[in-house]
């Protein structure tokens, strides 16, 4: 569990180091923790937008806090960070990076289809409201 963000585990409890679990409650939660939370709900063959997942946060015009976040992840996490795009539908990641290919793998797995590089935010974009 050590890779799966506090935030997605439980929104009550959390484990500490030695195992025990505390109520947490009442602590409100960090802009890193409720971007982890609109992520893990993004759900496979969708996509959001870096400033969709900032406004659905609660975090309106923070899209850059957003990749900042996301970059930082654990190596294996479990987040379904790849689901996360640029505005254009494009993945911001250096082209032909392990890292963009990896993360188009991942898309095309769930059915996304790239066309010349993007991706149709309005067949694949994710409608948190619906």
């Known amino acids: 569990m050590a890779d799966v963000p506090v935030a997605v585990m439980s929104l009550k409890t ?3 180091h030695d195992g025990a679990v ?13 971007i982890w939370q609109v992520v893990a709900r ?5 996509v959001c937008s870096y400033g969709q997942v900032a406004e659905l946060a609660g975090l309106p015009r923070r899209a850059r806090l957003v990749g900042r976040i996301l970059s930082r992840l654990p190596q294996g996490s479990r987040l379904p960070w790849h689901r996360v795009v640029n505005a254009r539908g494009e993945l911001s990641l250096p082209q032909g990076s392990a890292g963009e290919l990896r993360q188009r793998s991942l898309l095309e797995t769930e059915g996304v289809c790239f066309l010349r590089g993007r991706i149709s935010l309005a067949l694949y974009r994710w409608d948190a409201e619906g």
């Open 42 to 46: 993004i759900p496979p063959g969708r």
């Open 22 to 34: 505390a109520d947490v409650s009442a602590e409100p939660l960090t802009d890193a923790e409720r």
């Open 14 to 16: 959390a484990m500490a």
